[in-house]
């Protein structure tokens, strides 16, 4: 299925979670087209405890085994209010986690 959805749909990018175990592993990146992005959804926003920078590189970097650095990119896995009644996470863990994810960005990507 990764291959068709990532081969077959007209898209710039693909924003895909990967904030838990649940999500899987890396290895459909390997059918990401040249050109396209990944958007790696990697922190997530379903409670405020901070993931490590030094853990979201990791996962960054086995990424990359599968897709090039430069077509991926981070982001939290989805908004912060992705029920009615949104997440019960606390608005300053809401700007860590977004802090996070601009630093490891800049760190990784420059």
């Known amino acids: 299925m990764a291959e068709a959805l990532l081969k077959e749909m007209n898209l710039d990018a693909y924003f895909m979670e990967y904030d838990d ?7 459909p990146l390997r ?13 997530t926003t379903k409670f405020g ?10 996962r960054i970097e086995e990424a990359a ?16 209010s992705s029920t009615v009644h949104g997440n ?13 994810v601009v630093e ?4 990784m990507w420059g």
Do not use: H, W
């Open 21 to 27: 175990d649940r999500s899987g592993d890396f290895k």
């Open 31 to 43: 059918y990401l087209p040249k050109g396209k992005t990944v958007v790696l959804g990697l922190v």
């Open 49 to 58: 405890a901070l993931e490590s920078k030094d853990a979201l590189k990791r």
């Open 65 to 80: 085994k599968y897709a090039p650095m430069e077509q991926l990119a981070l982001s939290p896995q989805c908004g912060f």
């Open 88 to 100: 019960n996470i606390a608005v300053e863990d809401q700007r860590n986690k977004l802090r996070l």
């Open 104 to 107: 490891t960005a800049q760190e």
